[in-house]
């Protein structure tokens, strides 16, 4: 079974930094896109910031400039670096991976999408 498993979030004042992780656990053979994400229900994700197995980076446009997306393809881990917060990027983050390639021994199988569980970070003014 595959996992995300994020840490990192927390309490920080305006104008602070955060770092937030996200690591995909299991018999996993590739992940396509890792990525940051807000999610409310019964909508679609609004993208925080996302890269791609190759490394190309797309940003949503309140983040531009102030959040930094990174990933390690080896260890299927994705960073998110998040610098000049203020209190509107108060919000739970969820890490998602598309198109992750699960090796179950006698086959790969793609499963299209798979969450984390949230982590919340909280800007005080």
């Known amino acids: 079974q595959v996992q995300l498993v994020e840490s990192g979030g927390g309490v920080v004042q305006s104008g602070g930094s955060l770092s937030l992780s996200c690591t995909a656990s299991?018999?996993?053979?590739?992940?396509?896109?890792m990525g940051w994400y807000l999610r409310a229900p019964g909508q679609q994700r609004d993208l925080v910031a996302e890269?791609?197995?190759?490394?190309?980076?797309y940003y949503g446009d309140s983040v531009k400039g102030r959040f930094a997306i990174s990933r390690n393809n080896a260890e299927n881990t994705v960073y998110l670096q998040m610098n000049s917060l203020n209190p509107e990027d108060s919000r739970v983050y969820y890490c998602?991976?598309?198109?992750?390639?699960?090796?179950?021994?006698?086959?790969?199988?793609?499963?299209?999408?798979?969450w984390g569980q949230g982590t919340q970070v909280t800007v005080s003014s």
């Open positions: 998602g991976a598309d198109l992750v390639e699960v090796d179950y021994g006698d086959y790969v199988a793609a499963v299209a999408e798979i």
């Open positions: 299991g018999s996993i053979f590739s992940i396509s896109t």
């Open positions: 890269i791609t197995s190759s490394g190309i980076t």
